[in-house]
């Protein structure tokens, strides 16, 4: 049974459990996930015993090259289309997933008889195994080494976004398809707003540099971010360096099957309230990373999701001096039973 | 005034004609088009005489830093805290966009009071004047020449993707923040997939060239398509791609102030149909490009708004030969009363 088969077949599962005649998925993320097909404007319904695509004319030839397991239905109106197939095979309970729809196709969708039901694709993709793993895997060398190139060459004078042009060469070079997320690169006090935009300002002789990035290989990203001083560091940077590393190492070492999100985020945050900086670590202490760079389970003070082998997350805490500077220490984590694995170090 | 004070007063005055109290603003483009932020998870609420930004503490003294004219809420439960504002400022009438928002939150909004009403700000954010407006230009110019500089680099056994890698890089070195989408480099027989996705495939001796990509200058995206022929072109590529081009240049010719979107498509559609190869026209002939590479007025068959001067809309027709090759040739032109005016070429 190939990976695709083998995801439908486990939709399959749920839908049965739940008493559901089918799924509806139309976000693209996940209709990817379940044929391997990356386009807008594509949904793939799934039933009992078949699949359906619903596409546009300009992408048929495509879809079948490579989801040739799954019927196909070209749509000149796309809403209609779906609605008559529904009706067409008699399906009485058909989902979709209420996060993913515009207010208006979901009024659409239940005007049609169509009833909401969330998290069924979360709770599979957040579950990695076999080639996606690898895709992680390699997103997360990639990622790394290209920091390891970077580091000498970031030197006075060099504007924010040139490191960032540099970098992302850098990573489609090593066969990235592309950057996973806007790079940040934050010189100086920029680095004290987490999602600082990158800009051209220069860098100076003893300032902070904080850099937040990753790539997606094979569609799975990776996350990482290092911080580190160009020049002679103040001893409040080295000071604040210590906490957020020492709290970051202890909240990757937490990392365990059976822990929820929530602990996670605990570890890492009394770690750094301890050492009295609790009110500049604002905000989550990590996400699920992998078809989307921030998806489920989130890794912060309410996230109740217990993780468990397979899952992928970001661990980073942050300390953030408004006006001087921050930094933010950042690995994406392969969890594991009793060892979890950093892949970005 | 300045460009958002200006942009919140033209909103005041469509509330004041719809007689509507406020309008909740939670898409990052319409976020940004209002205060020049532009962070997911922040949402402005724009009342008769004051605004409000709903932002995560992290984002706080960067909020004030850019957009100081729009007070601040902090948000730690993000829907209640704009409920809770409304409720406080007595408002009756609070509209959201329903195509903007999932249908977990509609319904959400919908419970706690508001409306729905649609396309206020794409009516505004249609019509592109002074900055952003250049800033358009500059990425088309970005845009066009790095195709100069990219083509004489384009020889046999380079692959789709070393190709984007190059242009993507070269783009960012003219001062582009980033694609305006993932570029599509199409070698053979892949030119004729209108979506292909740039592959590792090597380019040969006597194959078509097709390369559809854009980059993002200010904010504002580009989008351009050319094709061309690697070695001696056979006589059907000839044939077609002139086709292609006078289809092209008529649709382009054709883009004035008061024709409607349906018109420029006809333009196109109606001379390649007369030529024969209508059936192989399988998609629209164009969109508006902006803070978005894709955004109102769309062109094609359905399109019914009305173009106006100050529109930037793109003219992309094309011919697709499954399995064998594909032409598109599509520019970006700004709407002119009398005349148009292509900014890629």
């Not at 080639?131 to 190139?149: H, M, P, R």
């Not at 490191?163 to 090593?174: C, G, S, W």
């Not at 790539?215 to 002679?232: A, E, L, N």
Request: hydrophobic content about 35%.
């Amino acid at each position: 049974m190939n990976i695709h088969a083998k995801r439908i077949s486990d939709i399959r599962k749920i839908l049965s459990e739940k008493k559901l005649d089918a799924l509806l998925l139309t976000q693209i993320k996940d209709v990817f996930y379940v044929s391997g097909f990356h386009q807008d404007r594509t949904a793939v319904l799934i039933t009992k015993n078949k699949s359906f695509a619903f596409i546009p004319k300009m992408f048929l030839e495509h879809f079948k090259e490579i989801a040739s397991f799954i019927d196909t239905v070209v749509y000149d109106n796309y809403h209609e289309s779906v609605l008559s197939k529904i009706k067409e095979l008699g399906l009485k309970k058909t989902v979709f997933d209420p996060s993913f729809e515009s207010y208006t196709e979901g009024k659409f969708w239940v005007s049609g008889g169509l009833q909401e039901c969330s998290g069924i694709l979360t709770s599979l993709r957040m579950i990695k195994e076999g080639e996606e793993l690898e895709n992680v895997k390699t997103a997360c060398k990639i990622a790394a080494k290209t920091f390891k190139l970077i580091k000498p060459k970031i030197k006075e004078g060099i504007r924010e976004v040139d490191v960032a042009a540099e970098m992302e060469y850098l990573m489609r070079k090593q066969g990235a398809m592309e950057k996973s997320f806007d790079l940040i690169i934050a010189f100086g006090e920029n680095s004290a707003l987490p999602h600082h935009e990158t800009s051209t300002r220069k860098l100076k002789k003893n300032e902070p540099v904080l850099i937040d990035f990753g790539c997606v290989f094979g569609r799975y990203c990776s996350d990482m971010t290092r911080t580190f001083f160009y020049g002679q560091p103040s001893a409040e940077f080295l000071k604040v360096y210590s906490i957020v590393d020492k709290a970051q190492k202890a909240g990757v070492a937490g990392v365990l099957a059976g822990r929820k999100g929530k602990d996670i985020d605990a570890i890492c945050r009394d770690y750094i309230s301890a050492s009295g900086y609790g009110q500049y670590f604002i905000h989550g202490t990590g996400h699920g990373v992998g078809l989307q760079i921030h998806e489920e389970p989130y890794i912060n003070t309410k996230g109740e999701t217990e993780l468990r082998e397979g899952m992928i997350i970001t661990v980073e805490p942050g300390i953030y001096l408004y006006g001087k500077f921050g930094v933010r220490i950042e690995d994406t984590i392969l969890v594991g039973r009793k060892k979890s694995v950093p892949l970005t170090r």
